[in-house]
């Protein structure tokens, strides 16, 4: 079956434009997790979405960043006026609700800020 | 959140069996040990997952001592193909409001 998918899979841009990253999960999955990932580094979580909710919006980054999720579908991450530290992998999963279940990643967007 | 600490780096060759340790010394009583994997340009992927003693699948075998404290991550007979960062994560996203860390991970090389 379909797994999960992110478009776009590379995007540049110049410093200070806004930037939106898409994220279909696989169906039926009503969690779904953004997170970042710079070079060479681990994960940083960002934003869990239970169903449309998202109960903990602390870990994005600054005031720039938000993200929504419509009909526990797919989710929308989108960063205002882009800054060069923005530059990184933004990599969205997505798992069942049940405790323990394990997330499915998609590939990533690659996001380059000039 | 349970922090967790494995070696940032590992070398080995085809054929051998490869064992990664992750310590998690302070492990809650309800948490799971998941294990993931990462090639480059993708995003990780669920190799193998464990509460206590030993769990054994198609891929890897995972081994967690009685105090939990750690646990160890073995692939039998590596392959050049097996390449790649490897994950250990403590907890449970779902309670935990979404947040796992995942730490910089062990980044394992195999040669031929």
């Known amino acids: 079956g379909a797994g999960v998918s992110q478009s776009p899979s590379n995007k540049v841009t110049e410093k200070g434009k806004d930037v939106e990253l898409r994220c279909d999960p696989i169906?039926?999955?009503?969690?779904l997790y953004w997170y970042r990932q710079r070079l060479g580094q681990g994960l940083e979580f960002l934003i869990y979405f239970q169903g449309n909710s998202a109960p903990d919006k602390s870990g994005l980054p600054s005031d720039r960043f938000s993200a929504e999720r419509t009909g526990e579908s797919v989710s929308t991450l989108t960063i205002q006026r882009t800054q060069q530290e923005d530059s990184a992998v933004y990599l969205c999963?997505?798992?069942?609700?049940?405790?323990?279940?394990?997330?499915?990643f998609g590939d990533g967007t690659r996001l380059s800020i000039l | 959140l349970a922090k967790t600490t494995q070696p940032i780096s590992m070398d080995s060759y085809e054929g051998q069996e490869v064992n990664i340790t992750c310590s998690h010394n302070n492990i809650a009583t309800n948490d799971y040990i998941t294990w993931y994997q990462q090639f480059p340009s993708q995003g990780p992927r669920f190799i193998i997952q464990g509460y206590k003693t030993k769990v054994t699948n198609e891929v890897a075998s995972l081994f967690i001592p009685a105090d939990r404290k750690s646990s160890t991550l073995s692939l039998p007979r590596v392959s050049l193909s097996d390449t790649a960062v490897y994950y250990c994560?403590?907890?449970?996203?779902?309670?935990?409001?979404?947040?796992?860390?995942f730490g910089q991970g062990t980044e394992l090389s195999v040669k031929p």
């Open positions: 999963a997505s798992s069942l609700p049940d405790r323990y279940q394990p997330q499915h």
């Open positions: 169906s039926g999955h009503t969690a």
């Open positions: 994560l403590v907890g449970d996203a779902y309670n935990q409001g979404g947040k796992l860390i």
